[in-house]
């Protein structure tokens, strides 16, 4: 499908043609000169024909987009299929085509030529696959695609834009973390504390008036019978502990770009956390990550969670303005010590190792992946905390760029000492 949008641009070199026209003009209407008269000629003649064949040039086009990847992850590939076909009898010979996107790191597009009905020499039908790699994750627009021509002189460039506009979602990368093991299924086992969720489990809490949607597994049918109205089951989580995961996406402690930034780095490192701990340890898992705003989810299990969790963190903004220490002591009344907290920061402050040493001293679990900003360009140093948290014997782990983070998260820091690899429950108090 065309849209109806035309665009054409005068180059450079056309204003010097025009300016070299009025010259010749004024010196021939003044010396009555005939070579004056015949540049003069020459170059009002040059302009239209360049006129008419960059008019030409794109008309009795046809560009089809194909299939486009709507979902990637960060590291894939985005693909998108085009074709294009000319039923002119004039050759097309340099159509620059490009995807009007605001996908990070985009480079794509392609120069084609298409023959006329006429000519032989180059096929007058085209297709190909123009792959991008992802490389940060978000929600981004592909298309429509935009065709445009330069006339043999280089005076005007057309542009013709085609297709419709569609979106790609990047998700964060995910790697195999089975190395990780601070936090176990047996280190998480029943609380006291019971949660409700939307998820259906073992543990149902109460009863309600039934809502649009519920499913008949929820409805409670001794209540429904003897209230005369249908009632539906609430659920909670049980008495299990909980997992806690804190992105620290606050700006100025990023460092380096698109897929190897700190960013980027520190959002996989959660979604891999919250997968494995959701899908092998079935253990509830929660988010808070202060961004371009406040993203939380409350801890629960299943894979509409890690769903839930890959969507935020996908949308998610390092562009956040709260530090981590304030983060700490604002969502601290959600943690006692059956909860535990996995923090992902390189921030170089002390103030938060503080927070986090308070925390541990309430038996709350806590691990921390800490990068390492100054191989990513950052001009700070982070690993100032390294010393600090293993006094407090919290295990961890330190991100450098290049990292084999499946590796990196699997060995602690190198500031780290045997200590800090005991149990967690005796870990925490403050040194």
Known sequence: MRLPRLQVQLQRRFYLIVALMAFSLLSGLAT??????RLFYVLAITVALAYVWNRLSVRSITLNVGRR????????????ELSIESQSRLPKLSLEVRDVTDLPGYSGGAVVGLSGNLSGYVRSNFA???????????LYRLGPVQVSNTDPFGLFRREETFGEEGTVMVYPRIVDLSGFDILTAESLGDGRMRKPTHNVTPHASTVRDYAFGDSLSRIHWNSTARLGKLMSKEFDLGRSGELWVIIDMEQ?????????????????????????????????????????????????TGAGQFNRIMDYLAMSKAEGTTPLEIIL???????????????????????????LRDLAGRGVRIGVALMNAK???GTFETSINLEQLNRLGVPTYEISKGDDLAAALSRRGRSVNAASRQSVPDVGAPA
């Open 69 to 80: 990847t709507s979902q990637a992850g960060v590291g894939d590939t985005i693909e998108e």
């Open 32 to 37: 009555r000169d005939a070579l004056s008269y």
């Open 128 to 138: 190909w696959t123009m792959r991008t790699p992802a490389r940060k994750r978000g």
């Open 375 to 377: 191989s990513f360009g």
């Open 329 to 355: 002591a604002t969502e601290q009344p959600l943690w006692d010590n059956r909860s535990a907290l996995i923090v992902v920061t390189s921030s170089p402050r002390k103030e938060w190792a503080v927070g």
């Open 252 to 300: 100025k402690i990023q460092a380096g770009e698109l897929d190897e930034s700190t960013d980027e780095y520190g959002v996989t490192i959660g979604a891999s956390l919250a997968k494995m701990y959701l899908e092998e340890a079935t253990i509830p898992v929660g988010l808070i990550a202060y961004g371009d705003k406040r993203y939380f989810l409350e801890a629960e």
